[in-house]
């Protein structure tokens, strides 16, 4: 499996409407904190727009919504791993994508064998509080030769400037939230990236 380079992560359909129209081809929904029936309405629009668009839709952590509402792709922390069942997620057909912070959870989540694992934060991120030190390039080339074939997606800290660096140790994709949605113009800021991540498309 081939992930765009550029991997959007927003917290509401308002953002994807803004945003994925604009040629953004990989997007995750991750929404915290919302009574069901908002969050089912709020995927079921990321689907549709993000169908017309032609973008790749990942839903964070909600892998039951995701299979009830027929996504195909659902990303995991590894709190959500130890309670999901993953017979449940493939039987579905869902691709699942995971994260992890340290070698332990690298172990952890290998072992559930997803179709890409994600490491940050690469740099230091003001998203939330992480117990974590920034990963850094060396541990993210550590991660390229250990993940194996499967995708291999950088988060935390990232921005256009860096991305040659990312890409140059091994990531396969460049996850963003903050530089993008807490930016003056969200929509300038969206084309730099798509520019940005043009040479690994």
Not at 84 to 93: E, F
Request: glycine fraction near 6%; include cysteine; aromatic fraction near 6%.
């Amino acid at each position: 499996m081939k992930l765009d380079p550029f991997y959007l992560i927003v917290d509401s359909a308002d953002w994807i409407a803004r945003l994925v129209p604009l040629g953004v081809k990989l997007v995750q929904l991750r929404i915290k904190d919302m009574e069901e029936a908002a969050l089912r309405a709020e995927i079921g629009r990321a689907k549709l727009i993000c169908a017309s668009a032609g973008c790749m839709l990942v839903i964070n952590d909600y892998w039951r919504l995701a299979i009830e509402e027929g996504c195909d792709f659902v990303h995991l922390g590894q709190e959500d791993l130890a309670d999901a069942d993953l017979s449940a997620i493939r039987q579905a057909g869902l691709r699942l994508g995971l994260s992890t912070h340290d070698h332990s959870e690298l172990a952890a989540a290998l072992d559930a064998n997803p179709d890409y694992v994600a490491l940050g934060p690469v740099y230091q991120t003001i998203l939330k509080k992480m117990k974590w030190a920034p990963q850094g390039l060396e541990r993210l080339a550590e991660w390229r030769e250990r993940v194996g074939e499967r995708p291999l997606v950088a988060i935390g800290g990232l921005n256009p400037e860096r991305l040659a660096g990312v890409f140059e140790h091994g990531a396969d994709s460049a996850a963003v939230v903050t530089d993008i949605i807490r930016n003056a113009d969200p929509e300038a800021r969206t084309r730099d990236w798509l520019e940005a991540t043009a040479p690994w498309r």
